[in-house]
């Protein structure tokens, strides 16, 4: 299926709508929305902010890890939710044509589409800035981009707290230092390098005992885009806790993990070959998960 989203936007806005989403899990297929933040940035100064947790009419337990990570729990939700028709339609209404700016945005927009879309809403087709893929640009070097390492680098002194309206407090924090101290060419397009080609069947791991537990064991994973490390220490640190690295999308993946796209001017609509394929599996019933990077790098953190 064709989605109408907007389209990426390399750029420092001054006018703009921050949003974070707080979710049961990283598939918009699968899980849902817990909480749903924005503030609105009217020529570069905080004008308002819009910030629910989400409750729906059947289910509205939350997976521990999810309560571990950012405090909210069932209870919470039940006693000061907005259901979520309306929670959508005042984010919207909220949101109007504003370009959408947030961290690892297209996450936080696959999720808010696609649930548009089961309350038969308009599109989300507004524009967007992904604050990660300047990040990513400003700290080149630096291993991880995520919003809690690179709080701490500009030196806030808090650690994420993984809630929506405090992450997109943070969030903006990050975009004002960032265009405070890069320079120009910050913003200049980037040329695609095609990675060297991996001999994956040759990989192989010095690591004797697995973690069975490890979301990537005995998983089959795929990558696409432009990751913010070697396409090869990705591949190996999928042996290295047991799972599989493929150089394409098969009928045996479990895994996509999806790289920085929005910026390659060879992809088109911000889709690869590879997203197209695992999209027609899906279609067909595949329990295909397509992940972006920096979930990706979360799950390779555990332990």
């Known amino acids: 299926m064709t989605r109408n989203r907007g389209k990426a936007c390399l750029m420092f806005p001054e006018s703009y709508t921050m949003i974070d989403l707080e979710t049961t899990g990283y598939s918009p297929k699968y899980d849902r929305v817990l909480e749903v933040s924005a503030v609105k940035v009217i020529s570069g ?3 308002s902010t819009l910030s629910t947790l989400v409750r729906y009419p059947d289910d509205n337990s939350v997976p ?7 405090g909210i729990t069932e209870d919470m939700i039940i006693t000061n939710g907005e259901g979520i028709d309306r929670a959508m339609r005042l984010f919207d209404t909220f949101l109007g044509d504003d370009l959408i700016v947030g961290y690892n945005v297209s996450f936080d927009i696959g999720f808010l589409y696609d649930t548009y879309k ?19 640009r400003f700290w080149p ?3 991880h981009n995520r919003l809690a390492d690179v709080i701490q680098r500009i030196g806030l002194e808090h650690e994420q707290v ?10 903006i924090a990050v975009l004002n230092y960032i265009q405070t101290n890069a320079d120009e060419t910050i913003l200049a397009p980037h040329k695609h390098t095609p990675s060297k080609k991996i001999d994956y069947k040759a990989l192989s791991t010095e690591v004797t005992e697995f973690n069975e537990a490890h979301p990537f064991f005995g ?8 990751l ?3 396409r090869a220490e990705a591949a190996q640190l999928i042996t290295d806790v047991g799972g599989k690295a493929q150089s394409s999308v098969t009928k045996q993946t479990d895994y996509l993990v999806v790289g920085d ?18 999209q027609e599996y899906i279609a067909l019933g595949q329990e295909l998960k397509v992940i972006p990077e920096p979930v990706f790098l979360d799950f390779m953190n555990q332990e």
């Open 64 to 70: 521990e890890y999810s309560t571990q990570l950012t």
């Open 45 to 47: 100064r905080q004008d």
């Open 141 to 143: 070097t630096e291993k």
């Open 228 to 230: 913010s490390i070697k």
């Open 261 to 278: 796209v929005d910026y390659i001017a060879s992809v088109k609509n911000g889709v690869t070959g590879k997203m197209k394929k695992a």
């Open 219 to 226: 998983k089959n994973v795929c990558f696409t885009g432009a």
């Open 162 to 171: 993984h809630r929506g309206l405090a992450d997109c407090e943070d969030q």
């Open 118 to 136: 089961l309350l038969s809403m308009r599109d989300l087709n507004n524009n967007y800035v992904d604050v990660l893929s300047l990040a990513r």
